[in-house]
């Protein structure tokens, strides 16, 4: 069983740096054909996807976000953390971590239980 967990921060003054990582159990972020994603959802909004490190460490961005943001991985540890810039309050999230295959479009078969973060002075 593939157990995904998101940590970090709830609370993040504007213009700084959001930094949350998402740690997997259960199964490998380098296992061949798996992305793995960072998808939020605002308040009174529906998900969006922001962006995912594939199994051979391609990262892919949402055009939307992709300026300021910035997803890596350390293997040793099975994690893999989002970064996103100049944070604003239009960032308050819930943010997930999530796993999709390779040719599965959006459907993720395992999400982390999300971690809320508020973007506030």
């Known amino acids: 069983q593939v157990q995904l967990q998101e940590s970090g921060p709830g609370l993040v003054k504007p213009s700084q740096t959001l930094s949350l990582t998402c740690t997997v159990s259960?199964?490998?972020?380098?296992?061949?054909?798996?992305?793995w994603s960072w998808i939020r959802r605002p308040p009174g909004k529906g998900l969006e996807w922001m962006g995912a490190i594939a199994y051979r460490g391609t990262t892919y961005y949402s055009p939307s976000l992709k300026s300021r943001t910035s997803i890596s991985r350390d293997t040793s540890k099975n994690q893999f953390t989002l970064q996103l810039t100049s944070v604003t309050p239009e960032d308050t999230a819930v943010y997930y971590c999530?796993?999709?295959?390779?040719?599965?479009?959006?459907?993720?078969?395992?999400w982390g239980q999300g971690t809320q973060v508020t973007v506030s002075s």
């Open positions: 999530a796993r999709n295959k390779r040719d599965s479009g959006s459907y993720y078969d395992y």
């Open positions: 259960g199964g490998s972020i380098t296992a061949n054909y798996y992305y």
